[in-house]
């Protein structure tokens, strides 16, 4: 059986004083779609990768926010349950702000490297994107 691991890796908003562990908490409780579907994956435009929050109106593009993200090889997937586990599991490893949870997923007889993600990013869509399907 593999441990999972944490770091503590983020981008440099990270340090910001502006980017606070609110927008993180309300990212996970709030937009995340919290079911046991396998919906949240790596994706390049983060649309179905996970959830964002940051200051401004829900339903819009803020200019920068917590993302809370599932990361690694195309096949990874994470339910929306799985991830807000995850940022509890990070939270109590010690992570501040940003960070990520390394866990083991199997494809085909192949480990991939997969992790959820907590990070500060530029273009965060604030709110629950229904029209992702596992």
Not at 21 to 28: F, G, L
Not at 46 to 63: D, I, K, P, Y
Not at 73 to 79: F, P, Q
Request: proline residues 1%; positive net charge.
């Amino acid at each position: 059986m593999h441990r999972d691991t944490y770091d503590r890796k983020g981008s440099a908003m990270c340090g910001s004083t502006t980017m606070q562990v609110k927008y993180c908490d309300e990212a996970v409780n709030n937009f995340l779609i919290r079911d046991d579907e396998y919906r949240y994956r790596p994706d390049v435009y983060n649309r179905c990768a996970g959830a964002c929050s940051g200051q401004g109106a829900q339903g819009t593009t803020v200019t920068s926010g917590c993302h809370v993200s599932v990361e690694g090889d195309a096949a990874c997937r994470r339910s929306g349950n799985q991830m807000w586990q995850d940022y509890q599991d990070l939270r109590a490893n010690g992570a501040g702000k940003c960070g990520s949870k390394h866990w083991d997923q199997w494809d085909n007889g192949k480990k991939l490297a997969c992790r959820t993600t907590v990070n500060y990013i530029s273009d965060c869509m604030k709110g629950k994107d229904e029209s992702c399907k596992a």
